[in-house]
Nanobody, 126 residues
């Protein structure tokens, strides 16, 4: 399974970006795709997760109402639409795949994710 993240860039506060995670190859049971982010000197944090089985989504509190995760099964791509961006959203964003549902500790713990994209940098600054 290979994941390719793209779509990062420089945006002003209040602006929008859409990240893409292209998924190729097939490995059974890896139905859950999560976007993580890592700011300089900080731990990698779960941001938003989606199930390929039923489309259920999970968001960390700080992005609820601003970020939307979605998937296009025909294109094998997961998107993260980020609106009303804030400077504290600045980070490298990674997509990752897991066999475990997007809930509880599975959502936050990087140890449950076996496949990772290379990361895309999002900078929110005026």
């Amino acid at each position: 399974l290979q994941l390719q993240a793209s779509g990062g860039g420089l945006v002003q506060p209040g602006g929008s970006l859409r990240l893409s995670c292209a998924v190729s190859g097939f490995t059974s049971d890896y139905y859950y795709i999560n976007w993580f982010r890592q700011a300089p000197g900080k731990e990698r944090l779960g941001v938003s997760c989606i199930s390929s089985i039923d489309g259920r989504t999970t968001y960390r509190d700080s992005v609820k109402g601003r970020f939307t995760i979605s998937r296009d099964n025909a294109k094998n791509t997961v998107y993260l639409q980020m609106n009303s961006l804030k400077p504290e959203d600045t980070a490298v964003y990674y997509c990752a795949a897991s066999k475990y549902p997007c809930s509880g500790n599975y959502f936050y713990n990087v140890a449950y994710y076996d496949y990772w994209g290379q990361g895309t940098l999002v900078t929110v600054s005026s």
